[in-house]
C-alpha cells in the first residue's frame, strides 16, 4: 500500500529534550512538508522540501530543523528551542514542483511536553 | 493580511439543507486550491480540487473558485451528520516558491 507514515503516533517530551518525529512516504513524490496544528487552530507551516538534499522554512521554523537526505524520509526535529511543542505534527507529501497537486497526510504525531 | 482566510464558524446547517464554505486568499499568483475534511483528531482527508474559474462539482460537493476576486468556495449539498468536520482551505502557488498554504478551517456543524 503506498502511503505516508508517520511515527511515533504519541510522544512525550521532558523539557530540554531533541526529539525526532519521523515522515516515510512510498508514493514516489518529490515534495514533503511538515505543519504544525494547535487545538481549534489551522496548519501551519513548519519546513518543506521541493528536492531531495533541500528544504525551505516555513512560517514558525524557530526551534525546529530538519533533513531531506532521501526522497523517501523528511524527519523533523524538535529542538529544546521550541519553547511551546506541544501540538500535533503532521506530515504531507504531494507529487511537487509544479504545483497542481495536492498534499497527502500522515495520520499525524501528537507531541506533549512533560 | 493573512494568506489564506476562512470564517472560523461554527457553521450550524439543518440535515438536507446546503451548506457554504468560503474562502479568500492574498497571493493572486496562486493556481491550485483545495478544500480538506478534517474530523477531530485525525488528519486532514481531501475533498475536492480546483485550478480553473468556474464550477466543479463532485456527487454532493461543488468547489468554486473566482480568480478575479481571489475567492474559493465549498457547496455540500444535502447535508449529512457525517459531514460534521472542520473544513481547510489550501492554496498552491507554482513556481519556485512552491508551497501549500492552509487557512485556519471552518467547523461545520449538521443539525439532525
Known amino acids: 500500500d503506498g502511503g505516508i507514515t508517520q511515527s511515533p503516533k504519541y510522544l512525550f517530551r521532558k523539557e530540554g529534550q531533541n526529539v525526532t518525529l519521523s515522515c516515510e512516504q512510498n508514493?514516489?513524490?518529490?515534495?514533503m512538508y511538515w505543519y504544525r496544528q494547535d487545538p481549534g487552530q489551522g496548519l501551519r507551516l513548519i519546513y518543506y522540501?521541493?528536492?531531495?538534499?533541500?528544504?525551505q522554512k516555513g512560517d514558525i521554523a524557530e526551534g525546529y530543523s530538519v533533513s531531506r537526505e532521501k526522497k523517501e524520509s523528511f524527519p523533523l526535529t524538535v529542538t529544546s528551542a521550541q519553547k511551546n511543542p506541544t501540538a500535533f505534527y503532521l506530515c504531507?507529501?504531494?507529487?511537487?514542483?509544479?504545483?497542481?497537486?495536492?498534499?497527502?497526510f500522515g495520520q499525524g504525531t501528537r507531541l506533549t511536553v512533560v | 493580511q493573512k494568506e489564506v482566510e476562512q470564517n472560523s464558524g461554527p457553521l450550524s446547517v439543518p440535515e438536507g439543507a446546503i451548506a457554504s464554505l468560503n474562502c479568500t486568499y492574498s497571493d493572486r499568483g496562486s493556481q491550485s486550491f483545495f478544500w480538506y475534511r478534517q474530523y477531530s483528531g485525525k488528519s486532514p482527508e481531501l475533498i475536492m480540487f480546483?485550478?480553473?474559474?468556474g464550477d466543479k462539482e463532485d456527487g454532493r460537493f461543488t468547489a468554486q473558485l473566482n480568480k478575479a476576486s481571489q475567492y474559493v468556495s465549498l457547496l455540500i449539498r444535502d447535508s449529512q451528520p457525517s459531514d460534521s468536520a472542520t473544513y481547510l482551505c489550501?492554496?498552491?502557488?507554482?513556481?519556485?516558491?512552491?508551497?501549500?498554504?492552509f487557512g485556519k478551517g471552518t467547523r461545520l456543524h449538521i443539525l439532525p
Open positions: 522540501s521541493q528536492i531531495v538534499n533541500d528544504f
Open positions: 480546483i485550478y480553473s474559474n
Open positions: 489550501a492554496v498552491n502557488k507554482w513556481g519556485r516558491d512552491d508551497k501549500i498554504i
Open positions: 504531507a507529501s504531494s507529487l511537487g514542483t509544479l504545483g497542481n497537486t495536492e498534499a497527502f
Open positions: 508514493l514516489n513524490h518529490d515534495a
